[in-house]
């Protein structure tokens, strides 16, 4: 079992960053590959990035490919996701997720945080 909290969404305009960071509680966060999923409203959940259990493996989607950077801190117990260039359509609840692969975690993750709201305004 894995507890996953969110935190660092906020308001910011177009062509700026923000830091998303995720802590994990529990003793096995290394165990855990982890990602970041998205929902705007109206719109399905969906994957945005994912890092493996411990060799920094990174996988994106396309649409924030370049703009944004997983990493994770095992001894911290936290992932992060850096956003820059931010823009309109990356409006969403994003959320932390934890599986025990890399694939699975980009496919279906059995433990979710909470979400945090990113806005960005044009």
């Known amino acids: 079992q894995v507890q996953l909290v969110e935190s660092g969404g906020g308001l910011v305009q177009a062509g700026g960053s923000l830091r998303l960071s995720c802590a994990a509680s529990?003793?096995?966060?290394?165990?855990?590959?982890m990602g970041w999923f998205r929902q705007a409203p109206g719109k399905e959940r969906e994957f945005v990035a994912a890092?493996?259990?411990?060799?920094?493996?990174?996988t994106y989607a396309d649409s924030v490919k370049g703009r944004f950077t997983m990493s994770r801190d095992n001894a911290k117990n936290t992932v992060s996701l850096q956003m820059n260039s931010l823009k309109p359509e990356d409006t969403a609840v994003y959320y932390c997720?934890?599986?025990?692969?890399?694939?699975?975690?980009?496919?279906?993750?059995?433990?979710w945080g909470q979400g945090t709201q990113v806005t960005v305004s044009s």
């Open positions: 529990g003793r096995t966060f290394g165990s855990y590959a």
């Open positions: 997720a934890a599986e025990r692969s890399i694939v699975g975690v980009t496919i279906g993750p059995s433990y």
């Open positions: 890092i493996s259990r411990s060799d920094g493996t990174t």
